[in-house]
Protein backbone atom coordinates (compact mmCIF):
# COMPACT_ATOMS: atom_id res chain seq x y z
CA UNK A 1 0.00 0.00 0.00
CA UNK A 2 1.38 3.51 -1.09
CA UNK A 3 0.80 6.76 0.80
CA UNK A 4 -0.18 8.98 -2.22
CA UNK A 5 -0.40 12.46 -2.07
CA UNK A 6 -3.90 13.98 -1.52
CA UNK A 7 -4.81 10.56 0.66
CA UNK A 8 -5.99 10.54 4.35
CA UNK A 9 -3.42 10.91 6.62
CA UNK A 10 -2.58 7.61 8.21
CA UNK A 11 -0.44 6.38 11.29
CA UNK A 12 -0.35 3.04 13.03
CA UNK A 13 -1.52 2.49 16.50
CA UNK A 14 -1.46 -0.23 19.05
CA UNK A 15 -5.21 -2.28 19.46
CA UNK A 16 -8.43 -1.53 17.70
CA UNK A 17 -10.89 1.23 16.02
CA UNK A 18 -11.93 3.05 18.96
CA UNK A 19 -8.97 2.69 21.64
CA UNK A 20 -7.79 5.52 23.11
CA UNK A 21 -4.75 5.29 20.91
CA UNK A 22 -7.00 6.30 18.04
CA UNK A 23 -8.94 9.13 20.16
CA UNK A 24 -5.04 10.45 20.87
CA UNK A 25 -4.55 10.18 17.15
CA UNK A 26 -7.76 12.21 16.54
CA UNK A 27 -7.04 15.04 19.27
CA UNK A 28 -3.52 15.55 17.63
CA UNK A 29 -4.07 15.18 13.73
CA UNK A 30 -8.20 15.97 13.59
CA UNK A 31 -11.05 13.56 13.20
CA UNK A 32 -10.16 12.84 9.32
CA UNK A 33 -7.32 10.87 10.55
CA UNK A 34 -6.85 7.00 9.76
CA UNK A 35 -5.78 4.55 11.51
CA UNK A 36 -3.82 1.19 11.03
CA UNK A 37 -4.87 -0.85 14.01
CA UNK A 38 -1.56 -3.26 15.46
CA UNK A 39 -1.44 -5.88 17.72
CA UNK A 40 1.93 -4.86 19.50
CA UNK A 41 3.59 -1.79 19.57
CA UNK A 42 6.68 -3.49 17.95
CA UNK A 43 4.02 -3.53 15.28
CA UNK A 44 3.59 -0.16 15.49
CA UNK A 45 7.43 1.25 15.12
CA UNK A 46 7.72 -1.06 11.97
CA UNK A 47 5.05 0.37 9.84
CA UNK A 48 5.51 4.15 11.19
CA UNK A 49 8.93 3.32 10.15
CA UNK A 50 7.44 2.68 6.07
CA UNK A 51 6.83 5.10 3.97
CA UNK A 52 4.88 2.85 2.20
CA UNK A 53 2.64 1.86 4.92
CA UNK A 54 1.80 4.71 6.84
CA UNK A 55 2.84 8.68 7.91
CA UNK A 56 3.63 7.85 11.25
CA UNK A 57 2.61 6.40 14.56
CA UNK A 58 1.41 7.04 17.86
CA UNK A 59 2.53 4.80 20.92
CA UNK A 60 1.26 5.28 25.04
CA UNK A 61 4.59 5.98 26.87
CA UNK A 62 2.96 6.47 30.31
CA UNK A 63 0.00 6.26 32.54
CA UNK A 64 -0.62 8.83 35.54
CA UNK A 65 -1.64 5.43 37.50
CA UNK A 66 -0.01 2.34 36.27
CA UNK A 67 3.66 4.80 35.60
CA UNK A 68 5.90 4.22 32.11
CA UNK A 69 5.60 1.57 29.73
CA UNK A 70 9.21 0.35 30.34
CA UNK A 71 9.27 -1.83 26.80
CA UNK A 72 8.06 1.42 24.90
CA UNK A 73 10.96 3.08 25.86
CA UNK A 74 13.12 0.26 24.51
CA UNK A 75 12.03 0.44 21.17
CA UNK A 76 12.51 4.00 20.91
CA UNK A 77 15.70 3.51 21.86
CA UNK A 78 16.33 0.26 19.24
CA UNK A 79 14.59 2.62 16.04
CA UNK A 80 17.08 5.89 14.39
CA UNK A 81 14.18 6.08 11.82
CA UNK A 82 11.73 7.98 14.00
CA UNK A 83 11.53 11.01 15.87
CA UNK A 84 9.25 12.29 18.61
CA UNK A 85 7.39 14.94 17.12
CA UNK A 86 4.77 15.75 19.39
CA UNK A 87 2.86 14.37 22.56
CA UNK A 88 -1.14 14.18 23.84
CA UNK A 89 -2.35 13.86 27.48
CA UNK A 90 -5.66 12.17 27.37
CA UNK A 91 -7.96 11.40 29.87
CA UNK A 92 -9.12 8.09 30.13
CA UNK A 93 -12.68 7.76 30.97
CA UNK A 94 -14.11 3.86 31.16
CA UNK A 95 -17.67 3.75 29.97
CA UNK A 96 -20.23 0.82 30.31
CA UNK A 97 -21.50 0.23 26.78
CA UNK A 98 -24.24 -1.78 25.66
CA UNK A 99 -26.44 -2.99 22.87
CA UNK A 100 -29.30 -0.62 22.16
CA UNK A 101 -32.07 -1.28 24.16
CA UNK A 102 -30.08 -3.82 27.11
CA UNK A 103 -31.18 -2.56 30.32
CA UNK A 104 -28.25 -3.01 33.39
CA UNK A 105 -30.90 -5.67 34.91
CA UNK A 106 -30.21 -7.80 31.77
CA UNK A 107 -26.58 -8.08 31.89
CA UNK A 108 -24.53 -10.70 33.12
CA UNK A 109 -21.10 -10.31 32.18
CA UNK A 110 -19.25 -7.58 31.52
CA UNK A 111 -16.03 -7.41 28.63
CA UNK A 112 -12.81 -5.71 28.56
CA UNK A 113 -8.99 -5.42 29.17
CA UNK A 114 -7.65 -6.49 32.56
CA UNK A 115 -6.39 -2.82 33.11
CA UNK A 116 -10.06 -1.49 32.31
CA UNK A 117 -11.57 -3.80 34.84
CA UNK A 118 -9.04 -3.11 37.52
CA UNK A 119 -9.98 0.66 37.20
CA UNK A 120 -13.29 0.58 37.07
CA UNK A 121 -13.22 -2.59 40.15
CA UNK A 122 -15.61 -0.14 42.70
CA UNK A 123 -17.96 0.03 40.53
CA UNK A 124 -17.62 -3.68 39.61
CA UNK A 125 -17.13 -4.96 42.83
CA UNK A 126 -20.59 -3.66 44.17
CA UNK A 127 -22.48 -5.93 40.79
CA UNK A 128 -22.52 -9.61 40.48
CA UNK A 129 -21.83 -9.66 37.06
CA UNK A 130 -19.22 -12.03 35.21
CA UNK A 131 -16.08 -10.33 34.62
CA UNK A 132 -14.24 -11.23 31.47
CA UNK A 133 -10.66 -10.32 30.14
CA UNK A 134 -10.03 -9.59 26.61
CA UNK A 135 -6.88 -7.91 24.44
CA UNK A 136 -8.55 -4.77 23.74
CA UNK A 137 -11.44 -2.48 24.96
CA UNK A 138 -12.63 -1.29 21.90
CA UNK A 139 -12.49 -4.74 20.56
CA UNK A 140 -14.81 -6.21 23.41
CA UNK A 141 -17.40 -3.26 22.17
CA UNK A 142 -16.94 -4.47 18.91
CA UNK A 143 -17.39 -8.13 19.84
CA UNK A 144 -20.69 -7.18 21.75
CA UNK A 145 -22.14 -5.48 18.68
CA UNK A 146 -20.81 -8.02 16.12
CA UNK A 147 -22.99 -10.82 18.33
CA UNK A 148 -26.00 -8.41 19.56
CA UNK A 149 -25.33 -9.26 22.70
CA UNK A 150 -28.45 -8.94 25.21
CA UNK A 151 -26.65 -10.30 28.50
CA UNK A 152 -23.22 -8.55 27.83
CA UNK A 153 -21.81 -5.34 28.23
CA UNK A 154 -18.05 -3.96 27.42
CA UNK A 155 -16.08 -1.31 29.01
CA UNK A 156 -14.87 0.59 26.69
CA UNK A 157 -14.48 4.69 24.99
CA UNK A 158 -16.80 7.10 23.47
CA UNK A 159 -15.47 6.98 21.01
CA UNK A 160 -16.16 2.57 20.67
CA UNK A 161 -19.48 3.20 21.36
CA UNK A 162 -20.00 5.60 18.43
CA UNK A 163 -18.47 3.34 16.13
CA UNK A 164 -20.07 0.43 16.99
CA UNK A 165 -23.32 1.90 17.67
CA UNK A 166 -23.78 1.31 21.60
CA UNK A 167 -25.30 3.27 24.35
CA UNK A 168 -23.57 4.20 27.41
CA UNK A 169 -25.43 2.30 29.90
CA UNK A 170 -22.78 4.02 32.64
CA UNK A 171 -20.85 6.56 32.18
CA UNK A 172 -17.75 7.13 33.75
CA UNK A 173 -17.12 3.97 36.05
CA UNK A 174 -13.31 4.07 36.28
CA UNK A 175 -12.51 4.85 40.05
CA UNK A 176 -9.63 7.40 39.79
CA UNK A 177 -11.49 10.26 38.26
CA UNK A 178 -7.47 12.14 37.40
CA UNK A 179 -6.44 9.37 35.04
CA UNK A 180 -3.73 10.27 31.91
CA UNK A 181 -2.72 9.06 29.61
CA UNK A 182 0.48 10.52 27.43
CA UNK A 183 0.97 9.21 23.89
CA UNK A 184 4.20 10.04 21.66
CA UNK A 185 3.34 11.11 17.95
CA UNK A 186 6.18 9.52 16.00
CA UNK A 187 7.32 10.45 12.45
CA UNK A 188 10.59 9.26 10.27
CA UNK A 189 13.44 11.27 11.33
CA UNK A 190 14.29 11.82 7.74
CA UNK A 191 11.08 13.68 6.50
CA UNK A 192 11.32 15.65 10.07
CA UNK A 193 11.96 19.77 10.01
CA UNK A 194 13.00 21.72 12.61
CA UNK A 195 10.27 22.93 15.00
CA UNK A 196 11.53 26.48 15.81
CA UNK A 197 9.33 27.18 19.00
CA UNK A 198 9.61 23.63 20.67
CA UNK A 199 9.54 24.03 24.07
CA UNK A 200 10.11 20.40 25.19
CA UNK A 201 13.08 17.32 24.26
CA UNK A 202 13.02 13.97 25.13
CA UNK A 203 16.44 12.30 25.50
CA UNK A 204 18.63 9.40 26.82
CA UNK A 205 21.78 9.97 28.02
CA UNK A 206 24.59 7.24 29.76
CA UNK A 207 26.81 8.81 32.18
CA UNK A 208 30.48 8.52 32.35
CA UNK A 209 32.21 6.13 35.10
CA UNK A 210 33.46 9.12 37.51
CA UNK A 211 31.52 9.69 40.89
CA UNK A 212 28.76 12.00 40.82
CA UNK A 213 28.51 12.35 37.15
CA UNK A 214 24.54 11.73 37.34
CA UNK A 215 24.71 14.68 39.95
CA UNK A 216 26.56 17.13 37.95
CA UNK A 217 24.43 16.34 34.64
CA UNK A 218 21.50 16.60 36.42
CA UNK A 219 22.93 20.26 38.33
CA UNK A 220 23.45 21.18 34.61
CA UNK A 221 20.24 20.92 33.57
CA UNK A 222 18.85 23.19 36.32
CA UNK A 223 21.52 25.82 36.59
CA UNK A 224 20.44 25.70 32.89
CA UNK A 225 16.92 26.92 33.69
CA UNK A 226 15.17 23.87 32.61
CA UNK A 227 12.63 21.80 33.77
CA UNK A 228 13.50 18.34 34.29
CA UNK A 229 9.68 16.74 34.22
CA UNK A 230 10.58 13.11 33.98
CA UNK A 231 13.57 10.79 34.86
CA UNK A 232 13.56 7.04 34.01
CA UNK A 233 16.81 5.21 34.51
CA UNK A 234 17.00 1.66 32.20
CA UNK A 235 19.21 -1.35 32.42
CA UNK A 236 21.68 -1.41 29.36
CA UNK A 237 21.16 -5.13 27.70
CA UNK A 238 24.43 -7.09 28.25
CA UNK A 239 25.98 -5.35 31.01
CA UNK A 240 25.96 -5.47 34.76
CA UNK A 241 23.70 -2.99 36.65
CA UNK A 242 24.92 -0.33 33.76
CA UNK A 243 21.83 1.82 33.43
CA UNK A 244 21.29 4.62 30.84
CA UNK A 245 18.82 7.50 31.60
CA UNK A 246 15.64 8.88 29.92
CA UNK A 247 14.82 12.37 30.45
CA UNK A 248 12.24 14.60 29.33
CA UNK A 249 12.97 18.40 29.37
CA UNK A 250 10.75 21.73 28.98
CA UNK A 251 12.64 25.02 28.03
CA UNK A 252 12.00 28.32 26.73
CA UNK A 253 13.71 28.17 23.37
CA UNK A 254 15.99 25.68 21.29
CA UNK A 255 19.00 27.45 21.92
CA UNK A 256 18.87 26.69 25.84
CA UNK A 257 18.22 23.25 25.36
CA UNK A 258 21.14 23.05 22.77
CA UNK A 259 23.18 24.49 25.25
CA UNK A 260 22.25 22.50 27.82
CA UNK A 261 22.82 19.33 25.96
CA UNK A 262 26.58 20.94 24.58
CA UNK A 263 27.06 21.08 28.95
CA UNK A 264 25.92 17.55 29.55
CA UNK A 265 28.20 15.73 27.17
CA UNK A 266 31.01 16.96 28.84
CA UNK A 267 30.07 14.60 31.53
CA UNK A 268 28.18 11.59 29.47
CA UNK A 269 29.41 9.16 27.12
CA UNK A 270 26.35 9.66 25.09
CA UNK A 271 23.63 12.01 24.72
CA UNK A 272 21.04 11.23 22.25
CA UNK A 273 17.28 13.41 21.00
CA UNK A 274 14.38 11.30 20.41
CA UNK A 275 12.93 14.19 19.76
CA UNK A 276 12.21 18.41 20.10
CA UNK A 277 8.34 19.52 20.14
CA UNK A 278 6.16 21.21 21.57
CA UNK A 279 4.51 20.38 24.68
CA UNK A 280 0.82 19.48 25.36
CA UNK A 281 -0.29 21.86 27.70
CA UNK A 282 -3.92 19.79 28.15
Given amino acids: MKIKNGERLQVSIQGYEGSFHQMAAEVYFGNNVAVIPCDTFR ?9 TLSNGGIMAIENSIAGSILPNYTLLQNTDKLK ?5 Y ?8 VNPGVKLEDIKEVQSHHMAIQQCMEYLGEKHWKLVETEDT ?19 SKLAAELYGL ?7 H ?16 EINTIEDADKASINFITDHTKGSLAKVLTIIADGGINLSK ?7 GTN ?5 HADLEFDSLHQFQKVKEEMEGFTEQVRVFGEYKRDKG
Fill in 241 to 245: FKYSF
Fill in 167 to 173: EIAVPNI
Fill in 175 to 190: TQKNNYTRFLILKRAA
Fill in 138 to 156: ALSAKHIHARKSKHAAAIA
Fill in 90 to 97: LPIQQHLL
Fill in 84 to 88: IVGEV
Fill in 43 to 51: DVIKIASDN
Fill in 231 to 237: LQSMPIA
